[in-house]
């Protein structure tokens, strides 16, 4: 048994819509008028233990509520899912004791109240044993680095510290699913830098599976082997990071350097992505690497050449950019029709 399954979870949203003055109110009576947003449709994966997860989507993809069901706080309109053999929107005691959300946008922890307090509070609510308690909340302070913070008020801290804190109190119970969303939004390079260390750490030390979501591209990079990419409801790919870039970048890129420096206009050879006096680099069709590359050696004057990659972060960004363009010219075009 997988540690996390979805078969075709689906939620759709309704929301009703308000017709100014008392006609429309009046009419609302008699017919209700609502939209819906199918925030997830047909969702299937499945995820096994010690898997770290990304899960990646534009804004309004879905992601948050597919967390959200997986954590027993949403309903599915219908589909189904198991988290550790529960059904999570059963809501069972014996699930809640095996897995945390951390949601980076809300804080869960009392606001009035020092981190410690807030944490014990949170001990006595899962019925930790004291003595455990105090050993995992002094090694999780200690690798967060949060030692010399721990009986400041939560309101006074800092969002990075805040953010520690979050993890902390999401963890102390030592749950075996991780639900993570956005958990490094808004903080600073190096916080961010120090959350994303200690999420390593921890997974890899405790096997813990864990699905994160992050716009930024950094975070996925360095935690995830794997991602799951939502687009509308959908997933849209599910595989290994690379495979991103070998699926869906029609390019690659060619860089060259010059020993004498040149000025050369290089736009026939592809499209200039930077240019100085001794560099070049050019964005070229994966199919036309070699012979542009051998037309670049014989034209030029060549001290180095080197073809890589897309970079992951530009590929997806020019997947759902593009794909929004598209949409957004589509809709300009049914409007003047
Ligand atoms: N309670 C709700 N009622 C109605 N619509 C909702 C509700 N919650 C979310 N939605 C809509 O469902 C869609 C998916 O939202 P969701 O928050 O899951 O996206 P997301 O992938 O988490 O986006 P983001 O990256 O911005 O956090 C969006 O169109 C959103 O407006
Ligand atoms: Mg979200």
Redesign the pocket.
């Known amino acids: 048994m997988s540690t996390i399954e979805a078969r075709d979870l689906t ?1 759709v ?3 009703y819509r308000k017709e100014s003055g008392l006609r429309g109110a009046i009419k609302g009576l008699v017919h209700r008028r609502y939209d819906e ?4 449709d047909h969702v299937t994966f499945q995820i096994e233990e010690g898997e770290f997860v990304g899960f990646l ?12 069901m997986l954590s027993g706080l949403l309903n599915p309109t219908s589909g189904e899912a198991r988290v550790l053999g529960f059904v999570p929107w059963e809501r069972k005691n014996e699930m809640k004791r095996q897995f945390s959300l951390l949601m980076g ?1 809300k804080n869960a922890l009392w606001w009035d109240l020092p981190a410690q307090e807030s944490l014990e509070l949170n001990r006595a609510i899962y019925g930790i044993d004291r003595k455990r308690f105090r050993k995992v909340v002094g090694g999780l302070s200690e690798l967060l680095e949060v030692t010399d913070k721990m009986n400041v008020m939560v309101r006074e801290l800092s969002l990075g510290e805040r953010m520690k804190m979050e993890l902390i109190s999401a963890l102390i119970h030592e749950p075996r699913v991780l639900f993570l ?2 958990p490094t939004i808004g903080l600073d390079v190096v916080s961010q830098k120090r959350v994303r260390e200690f999420l390593r750490i921890y997974n890899s030390e405790h096997r813990i599976v864990t699905m994160l ?1 992050s ?1 930024y591209m950094q975070d996925i990079a360095e935690l995830c082997d794997r991602v799951i990419i ?1 687009d509308r ?1 959908a997933i849209f790919f599910d595989g290994p990071l690379d495979e991103i870039v070998d699926r869906f970048s029609g390019d690659k890129v060619i860089s060259l350097s010059f020993p004498d420096g040149t000025q050369h206009d290089f736009s026939s050879f592809g499209e200039v992505v930077s240019q100085t006096p001794v560099s070049v680099q050019l964005k070229v069709p994966r199919a036309q690497v070699t012979e542009t590359a051998r037309k670049l050696l014989q034209h030029c004057n060549v001290s180095d050449i080197n073809v890589q990659e897309m970079p992951i972060e530009d590929v997806i960004r020019s997947l759902f950019g593009e794909r929004h363009a598209q949409e957004m010219d589509r809709t300009a075009k049914t409007r003047a029709a």
């Open positions: 939620k949203y309704r929301t947003t199918r925030a997830a989507g534009p804004n309004g993809a879905g992601k948050t509520t597919v967390l959200k946008q969303d956005e979501t716009h939502i409801g």
